[in-house]
T-cell receptor, first 113, second 115 residues
Framework: DQQVKQNSPSLSVQEGRISILNCDYT??????FLWYKKYPAEGPTFLISISSIKDKNEDGRFTVFLNKSAKHLSLHIVPSQPGDSAVYFC????????????FGGGTRVLVKP | KAGVTQTPRYLIKTRGQQVTLSCSPI?????VSWYQQTPGQGLQFLFEYFSETQRNKGNFPGRFSGRQFSNSRSEMNVSTLELGDSALYLC??????????????FGNGTRLTVT
């Protein structure tokens, strides 16, 4: 039972344009959401997070939106840069679960120059 | 500040053997979590230790075990290896007991191949 889903396995975008990555979850206990970026042969690196009491969080070129009623979140990257080409993972946690993260399957982003 | 260090980076073992992977968290971090990444199942939570106590465990068989030492370093052990255990094993550390406002920091993983 996949509690966190990223339905788009890949995304291709032109440099300078916006990248939009989507993530859906089913567990109502999730109250904190994170996005990680992963390059080959490296561990995931933290990008941005949002708690369930907010609907938007921005950090530079990265913005995460949360729609609790739809159990949906998205990551916007603008403008996209070639160095953003990587696999992006959405993750969710519940406060009662400590540091346990439930990950989506990932979306591979390719930014074309 | 040094990041999360995992050793070894690569490991090849034979079915039936056992293996021990090591993780040194970021200095000052007391929580260490382990994840398994495979092409078919994605990133799956194995277990988490905080101050030497296992706090959470994922849905993995008892062949997967771990421990944490008083200096927060952690090891995970897989006994009676199966071909399906071939994966990238990732360790992550955190300062706090909850990921809330304290995201996990991951190491670069140990790539285990079982033949």
């Amino acid at each position: 039972d996949q509690q966190v889903k990223q339905n788009s396995p890949s995304l291709s975008v032109q440099e300078g344009r916006i990248s939009i990555l989507n993530c859906d979850y089913t567990n109502s206990m999730f109250d904190y959401f994170l996005w990680y970026k992963k390059y080959p042969a490296e561990g995931p690196t933290f990008l941005i997070s949002i708690s369930s009491i907010k609907d938007k969080n921005e950090d530079g070129r990265f913005t995460v939106f949360l729609n609790k009623s739809a159990k949906h979140l998205s990551l916007h990257i603008v403008p996209s840069q070639p160095g953003d080409s990587a696999v992006y993972f959405c993750a969710a946690s519940a406060q009662a679960a400590g540091n346990k993260l439930t990950f989506g399957g990932g979306t591979r982003v390719l930014v074309k120059p | 500040k040094a990041g999360v260090t995992q050793t070894p980076r690569y490991l090849i073992k034979t079915r039936g053997q056992q293996v021990t992977l090591s993780c040194s968290p970021i200095s000052g971090h007391r929580s260490v979590s382990w994840y398994q990444q495979t092409p078919g199942q994605g990133l799956q939570f194995l277990f988490e230790y905080f101050s030497e106590t296992q706090r959470n465990k994922g849905n993995f068989p008892g062949r997967f075990s771990g421990r944490q030492f008083s200096n927060s370093r952690s090891e995970m052990n897989v006994s009676t290896l199966e071909l399906g255990d071939s994966a990238l094993y990732l360790c992550a550390s955190s300062f706090r007991a909850s990921s809330y406002n304290s995201p996990l920091h991951f190491g670069n993983g140990t790539r285990l191949t079982v033949t």
